[in-house]
T-cell receptor
Framework: DTGVSQDPRHKITKRGQNVTFRCDPI?????LYWYRQTLGQGPEFLTY????????KSRLLSDRFSAERPKGSFSTLEIQRTEQGDSAMYLC??????????????FGPGTRLTVL | DQQVKQNSPSLSVQEGRISILNCDYT??????FLWYKKYPAEGPTFLIS?????DKNEDGRFTVFLNKSAKHLSLHIVPSQPGDSAVYFC????????????FGTGTSLTVIP
């Protein structure tokens, strides 16, 4: 299977703990995105990488959130001092692109985070 | 602020009939629109897209229509099949947002056999 993969698929944690999620994009895709989806809502953009450079960050991405893509391949999203409001599905997507062209984003299955 | 809106949370259609899913947007700068389909426990899957230079794009049973003056797009599925039952999200983007997609809240389609 050469789609976008995410690990873990589910994470339950206690308030105040740190969590880290991993995303492996489709291998030839140079762009990688993180979204958050809560119940009854569509995905909300968090951040975007082109290769290893983080080029955009949403105001939703508070200072407790940090994302990296150190070698331009896989990416990690860390949430420090989790709060109950962080409970959501965290989606990763990847695409091919350069310049200002648009390309569809291919999504992974998501990591469902529950903060108790 | 919700820049992309799907005002119908759910839709039921008989198998073989047409399904029409609607989406409205408020930002006139949007110039690229997509539809995604999502099954439970899976990530969204790309379905079809349209750029603002077109008013229609067709791919098999799926057709997307864009009405820029009304800031409205719709997805037509003909004929509808039970396997089409899923949540459908529309999304939009424009040059100044780079690669950020703005998603609607989704419409849950049920195709009744």
């Amino acid at each position: 299977d050469t789609g976008v993969s995410q690990d873990p698929r589910h994470k339950i944690t206690k308030r105040g703990q740190n969590v880290t999620f991993r995303c492996d994009p489709i291998s030839e895709h140079n762009r990688l995105y993180w979204y958050r989806q809560t119940l009854g809502q569509g995905p909300e953009f968090l951040t975007y990488f082109q290769n290893e450079a983080q080029l955009e960050k949403s105001r939703l991405l508070s200072d407790r959130f940090s994302a990296e893509r150190p070698k331009g391949s896989f990416s990690t999203l860390e949430i420090q001092r989790t709060e109950q409001g962080d409970s959501a599905m965290y989606l990763c997507a990847s695409s091919v692109g350069s310049g200002t062209g648009y390309n569809e984003q291919f999504f992974g299955p998501g990591t469902r985070l529950t903060v108790l | 602020d919700q820049q992309v809106k799907q005002n119908s949370p759910s839709l039921s259609v008989q198998e073989g009939r047409i399904s029409i899913l609607n989406c409205d947007y408020t930002n006139s700068m949007f110039d690229y629109f997509l539809w995604y389909k999502k099954y439970p426990a899976e990530g969204p899957t790309f379905l079809i897209s349209i750029s603002s230079i077109k008013d229609k794009n067709e791919d098999g049973r799926f057709t997307v229509f864009l009405n820029k003056s009304a800031k409205h797009l719709s997805l037509h599925i003909v004929p509808s099949q039970p396997g089409d039952s899923a949540v459908y999200f529309c999304a939009a983007s424009h040059f100044n947002t780079g690669n950020q997609f703005y998603f609607g809240t989704g419409t849950s389609l049920t195709v009744i056999p």
